[in-house]
T-cell receptor, first 112, second 116 residues
Framework: QKEVEQNSGPLSVPEGAIASLNCTYS??????FFWYRQYSGKSPELIMS????GDKEDGRFTAQLNKASQYVSLLIRDSQPSDSATYLC????????????FGQGTELSVKP | GAVVSQHPSRVICKSGTSVKIECRSL??????MFWYRQFPKQSLMLMAT?????????EQGVEKDKFLINHASLTLSTLTVTSAHPEDSSFYIC????????????FGSGTRLTVV
């Protein structure tokens, strides 16, 4: 089992809709969870970090964490064509010196 | 905010030569930096963890003699790809955690290496 898993997509949503991105992880000790956005040929940029169970909202983005289910998600409200990118879920693997392990990424396409 | 500078952004080298990539934390000290490699349409794969003043810790399957990592100061880590081959062509990205432990990870802009 991979340490961090995501559906590779592509996920296609119409402009203005809610995009829902999901991620599961295998290490129960993990404490820090991150969502990054990556445009083609560019480095990842941080969207959200979440450390506690529940929801965390920042503008159009909401991260949800459920440690019991080892599940973290990202919701993008009012999706825009500029949101089209690959979204990477990353987990700080516990007890391994702060290593950040990435899922394979979900490609999101927002259609005008 | 935290800034990590990575150079060069793009390099083309001949097969058999070595290439050095630099990663600097500009406004904070990073005792630990991470090096990733990303092939087209794939995710970031962690290559090694670079620790200031000590040897790097390599992930399984990564050749430490081929990918030399030096972290001589709290703001600079370098990755040298030795005896490069075409299959080493990839996007190499460094990251650092800081400036505080709960800040998250800041990434450099990446280096596109092409070995011809």
């Amino acid at each position: 089992q991979k340490e961090v898993e995501q559906n590779s997509g592509p996920l296609s949503v119409p402009e203005g809709a809610i995009a829902s991105l999901n991620c599961t992880y295998s290490d129960r000790v993990s404490q820090s969870f991150f969502w990054y956005r990556q445009y083609s040929g560019k480095s990842p940029e941080l969207i959200m970090s979440i450390y506690s169970n529940g929801d965390k909202e920042d503008g159009r983005f909401t991260a949800q964490l459920n440690k019991a289910s080892q599940y973290v998600s990202l919701l993008i409200r009012d999706s825009q064509p500029s949101d089209s990118a690959t979204y990477l879920c990353a987990v700080n693997i516990g007890n391994q010196g702060g290593k950040l392990i990435f899922g394979q990424g979900t490609e999101l396409s927002v259609k005008p | 905010g935290a800034v990590v500078s990575q150079h060069p952004s793009r390099v083309i080298c001949k097969s058999g030569t070595s290439v050095k990539i630099e990663c600097r934390s500009l406004d904070f000290q990073a005792t630990t930096m991470f090096w990733y490699r990303q092939f087209p349409k794939q995710s970031l794969m962690l290559m090694a963890t670079s620790n200031e003043g000590s040897k790097a810790t390599y992930e399984q399957g990564v050749e430490k003699d081929k990918f030399l990592i030096n972290h001589a100061s709290l703001t600079l880590s370098t990755l040298t790809v030795t005896s490069a081959h075409p299959e080493d062509s990839s996007f190499y990205i460094c990251s650092a955690r800081g400036p505080r432990t709960n800040y998250g990870y800041t990434f450099g802009s990446g280096t596109r290496l092409t070995v011809v």
